[in-house]
């Protein structure tokens, strides 16, 4: 079963206009990753969050990583046309010291409109 | 340029017959994965493997097999093959022995079975 749960489902904005998408999961987590997936492409990987961190940056994504509430979000400044695409978490959890593969949640769709 | 190769990029293939999903990487990367990706679903994991020699089941393992003969090679084989097989397929690999870093991915094998 997914891990993540990513929200909203698809997203419709502006270009120039902040894109915000979440995602909630279900255990203990080495750590949480976001992947882009353009239509029609493999999934490209855009940044990734360790379980003792609370917020990361890279250009113009801002990721922020709760662990208490088992949530992460993605922020992306500034958009563009380029930016649309499906985006997905992934996390890796942690089985009692052990670590888990990265699980996939069911990705939010992206459009930027120009 | 360095990555991973899949190949075929897209298959029609009768059901029952068996086929070969063949996965390259030349990064010389430990882990590898083979997830399938089914609209409104995500991508699911199917098997991996560690490192050359071993592989493991995932979430949706049954009606595949995979080998893991040397580091560079992860094929996919579907035995005896169903129309609920029908996905894209994405080869992925990590540096270390498991998801702790980035994992980059092939561009997807689609396989429609009729």
């Known amino acids: 079963s997914q891990q993540g749960e990513e929200d909203p489902q698809a997203l419709s904005i502006q270009e120039g206009e902040n894109a915000t998408m979440n995602c909630s999961y279900k255990?203990?987590?080495?750590?949480l990753q976001w992947y882009r997936q353009n239509s029609g492409r493999g999934l490209v990987h855009l940044i990734l969050i360790r379980s003792n961190e609370r917020e990361k940056h890279s250009g113009r994504l801002r990721v922020t990583l709760d662990t208490s509430k088992k949530s992460s979000s993605l922020l992306i400044t500034a958009s563009r046309a380029a930016d649309t695409a499906s985006y997905f978490c992934a996390t890796v959890p942690n089985y009692g010291g052990s670590q888990g593969n990265l699980i996939f949640g069911k990705g939010t769709k992206l459009s930027v409109k120009p | 340029i360095a990555g991973i190769t899949q190949a075929p990029t897209s298959q029609i293939l009768a059901a029952g017959r068996r086929m070969t999903l063949r996965c390259t990487q030349d990064m010389r990367h430990n882990a590898m994965y083979w997830y399938r990706q089914d609209l409104g679903l995500g991508l699911r994991l199917i098997h991996y493997s560690n490192t050359a020699g071993t592989t493991g089941k995932g979430e949706v393992p049954d009606g595949y097999s995979v080998s893991r003969a040397n580091t560079d090679d992860f094929p996919l084989t579907l035995a005896s093959a169903v129309p609920s097989q029908t996905s894209v397929y994405f080869c992925a690999s990590t540096p270390g022995t498991g998801p702790s870093t980035e994992a980059f991915f092939g561009q997807g094998t689609r396989l429609t079975v009729v």
């Open positions: 255990t203990s987590i080495n750590n």
